[in-house]
């Protein structure tokens, strides 16, 4: 399917992202132009004096919009880069970055602290929503590694069932928050289903320490990930060390994709099909699918944030509308794998 060089798509999708993030910047109830859009961009970056324009208008763009616009991006980048990943070691075309349960482990953290706000009991400053979620998720990666353990190698199938078993008892404990809560459900339900609504600067930048290095280690070993697509034995043939290789990577995917869901909730098949998707354009090396799968993540899912933001008539949760998306996408491409393979 590739028709132009490597390096020229990861060119234009650098550019295509940069032009939806200038063209999002500037829908909204206000709508502003580009050279007042670029007039505020260089006001705040220190590059111009005080603009002549109302101070509402920088607030919308620099405090409302921008945060909101480079959140959706960088999760959108970090879950594409996490389903490579997952993938890539796991050997399981169905694998995304919730595969060990990490999103079970982020909601179950969220509602409990939700809960505790709904009860009257008054968390410190520092552990919000989205700490509990970071913590909840890092919880459960470890109690997955603590199950999958005694097999050593951490196999994939090991993994996986780890990942399948501690997920349901989270479910289960989920379901049990959310009846406590009576009434005021729809608070869990909403954050589940993922939103970027109210996003600062605070949490952006916050997000970008985590997921902009995890992504750089990640490609730092795109060569491991290619040679670990030929199983254990050739590639511990060609001195790689499994076993290390896998448990680092797997923590690192783990860790950026507990950082995207503690920000924006649980966004579905982003970190499934995105990978797909590059794959088909680059091809399966990881030295472009890696890069490749990150702009793209950034673009579907900030055109998708932008869509339930400015196109539909009601904002819904963006987890909702990725899911509505994805799934058909997935079954297109799942269905002509299967053709591809039956004709082969």
Same mark, same amino acid.
């Given at each position: 399917?590739?028709?132009?060089?490597?390096?020229?798509?990861?060119?234009?999708?650098?550019? *295509?992202?940069?032009?939806? &993030?200038?063209?999002?910047?500037?829908? @909204? /109830?206000?709508?502003?132009?580009?050279?007042?859009?670029?007039?505020?961009?260089?006001?705040?970056?220190?590059?111009?004096?005080?603009? $002549?324009?109302?101070?509402?208008?920088?607030?919308?763009?620099?405090?409302?919009?921008?945060?909101?616009?480079?959140?959706?991006?960088?999760? @959108?980048?970090?879950?594409?880069?996490?389903?490579?990943?997952?993938?890539?070691?796991?050997?399981?075309?169905?694998? $995304?970055?919730?595969?060990?349960?990490?999103?079970?482990?982020?909601?179950?953290?969220?509602? #409990?602290?939700?809960?505790?706000?709904?009860?009257?009991?008054?968390?410190?400053?520092?552990?919000?929503?989205?700490?509990?979620?970071?913590?909840?998720?890092?919880?459960?990666?470890?109690?997955?590694?603590?199950?999958?353990?005694?097999?050593?190698?951490?196999?994939?199938?090991?993994?996986?069932?780890?990942?399948?078993?501690?997920?349901?008892?989270?479910?289960?404990?989920?379901?049990?928050?959310?009846?406590?809560?009576?009434?005021?459900?729809?608070?869990?339900?909403?954050?589940?289903?993922?939103?970027?609504? @109210?996003?600062?600067?605070?949490?952006? =930048?916050?997000?970008?320490?985590?997921?902009?290095?995890?992504?750089?280690? =990640?490609?730092? /070993?795109?060569?491991?990930? $290619?040679?670990?697509?030929?199983?254990?034995?050739?590639?511990?043939?060609?001195?790689? $060390?499994?076993?290390?290789?896998?448990?680092?990577?797997?923590?690192?995917?783990?860790?950026?994709?507990?950082?995207? *869901?503690? *920000?924006?909730?649980?966004? @579905?098949?982003?970190?499934?099909?995105?990978? /797909?998707?590059?794959?088909?354009? *680059?091809?399966? #090396?990881?030295?472009?699918? =890696?890069?490749?799968?990150?702009?793209?993540?950034? &673009?579907?899912?900030?055109?998708?944030?932008?869509?339930?933001?400015?196109?539909?008539?009601?904002?819904?949760? &963006?987890?909702?509308?990725?899911?509505?998306?994805?799934?058909?996408?997935?079954?297109?491409?799942?269905?002509?794998?299967?053709?591809?393979?039956?004709?082969?």
């Amino acid at each position: 399917m590739r028709t132009a060089p490597r390096p020229l798509y990861l060119i234009l999708s650098v550019l *295509v992202l940069i032009i939806i &993030i200038l063209w999002a910047a500037r829908l @909204g /109830h206000i709508e502003t132009s580009f050279a007042e859009l670029f007039t505020i961009l260089l006001y705040k970056t220190g590059f111009s004096s005080s603009p $002549d324009l109302q101070s509402k208008l920088i607030f919308v763009i620099w405090e409302i919009r921008l945060p909101r616009i480079v959140c959706a991006a960088v999760v @959108g980048g970090g879950l594409a880069v996490a389903g490579c990943v997952f993938q890539s070691i796991l050997q399981n075309p169905l694998a $995304d970055p919730y595969t060990l349960g990490i999103s079970s482990g982020a909601a179950f953290g969220a509602s #409990s602290a939700i809960l505790l706000q709904l009860v009257g009991f008054t968390l410190p400053i520092i552990i919000s929503t989205s700490m509990c979620a970071f913590l909840g998720s890092l919880l459960t990666l470890y109690a997955v590694f603590l199950l999958a353990a005694p097999s050593r190698r951490f196999s994939s199938n090991t993994l996986i069932l780890s990942g399948i078993i501690i997920a349901s008892i989270l479910s289960a404990g989920i379901s049990f928050i959310k009846f406590l809560a009576d009434e005021n459900v729809n608070t869990i339900i909403f954050w589940i289903m993922g939103s970027f609504i @109210g996003k600062n600067w605070q949490e952006t =930048i916050l997000l970008l320490f985590i997921v902009l290095p995890s992504t750089i280690i =990640i490609y730092v /070993h795109a060569r491991e990930l $290619d040679i670990m697509t030929f199983g254990e034995r050739s590639s511990e043939a060609l001195g790689i $060390d499994n076993k290390v290789i896998r448990q680092r990577l797997l923590i690192v995917s783990s860790l950026c994709t507990a950082a995207c *869901v503690s *920000v924006s909730g649980i966004i @579905g098949f982003v970190g499934l099909i995105v990978p /797909h998707l590059a794959r088909m354009v *680059v091809g399966p #090396s990881n030295n472009f699918l =890696i890069p490749f799968s990150f702009f793209c993540g950034c &673009i579907l899912l900030l055109c998708a944030d932008t869509a339930t933001r400015f196109i539909l008539p009601t904002e819904l949760p &963006i987890g909702v509308l990725t899911a509505l998306i994805g799934g058909p996408v997935f079954c297109v491409i799942f269905r002509r794998t299967q053709l591809d393979k039956w004709r082969g």
